[in-house]
């Protein structure tokens, strides 16, 4: 069976060949006056910073600062995400789960690749691949140390399957020493792999205070 290294999914190569492919049709559809390159890059901007993993990076720092939030976004995700200003489709049905000691959660979608964009953007191409969708349920400890998260052997590993009717965001624990940092620091240290389960926030990556 193929294996995930380093965060990505096997056959580079192909995936290089469909990115050029990519590259090409857009500079068609570029010099044929179809699309406007503005218009293009407007919409990459929308997915990276707009509905990207910035947007669950601040719903998982609002989580970690304000236990109101942290429990209605337990009873209640959809809405509370949506109390920030995200939402929409692929986000209408949301559901967190926690990461504490002693319990990992990481989410997959074996069927397709559902995943929540209004919080997370574009999934990543390892997530819409055939090892991780697979793997991630068979056997998501070796998954998960070749992402680089390697956990003790008593942590639970839980796996959740999104679905059409159901996606999950991964609200991880907030580490150590970050006592007293702003909401929009804590932010920082949220990747979207983090908010998948196949990633840890890193203190050590971070913006000024």
């Known amino acids: 069976m193929s294996h995930i290294h380093d965060g990505h999914a096997p056959g580079h190569s192909h ?32 997915y990276e910073t707009k509905v990207g993993p910035r947007n669950g990076a601040r719903v998982v720092a609002r989580a970690w600062v304000d236990d109101a939030f942290r429990d209605w976004l337990a009873r209640d995700a959809t809405a509370a995400i949506a109390s920030l200003g995200y939402g929409g489709r692929q986000g209408e049905h949301m559901r967190a789960v926690f990461n504490r000691p002693g319990e990992h959660h990481m989410v997959v979608c074996t069927l397709c690749s559902c995943y929540p964009w209004p919080v997370l953007g574009l999934p990543p ?17 070796a998954v998960l140390g070749e992402f680089g998260v390697v956990l003790a052997a008593s942590t639970r590993i839980r796996v959740w399957d999104s679905t059409a009717e159901v ?9 150590e020493g970050t006592d007293g940092w702003s909401e929009e620091r804590l932010a920082s240290i949220v990747s979207r792999d983090s908010m998948i389960g196949t990633g840890l926030p890193d203190p050590r990556v971070v913006a000024a205070p």
Do not use: C, H, N, Q
């Open 15 to 46: 995936l290089e060949e469909i990115e050029a492919r990519v590259r090409a049709l857009e500079t068609l559809l570029v010099e044929k006056g179809y699309v406007e390159p503005a218009a293009l890059d407007a919409l990459v901007d929308t």
């Open 125 to 141: 191409v390892w997530y819409k691949s055939a090892p991780y969708r697979s793997r991630a349920v068979s056997e998501p400890r």
């Open 167 to 175: 996606r999950y965001l991964v609200v991880p624990m907030r580490p």
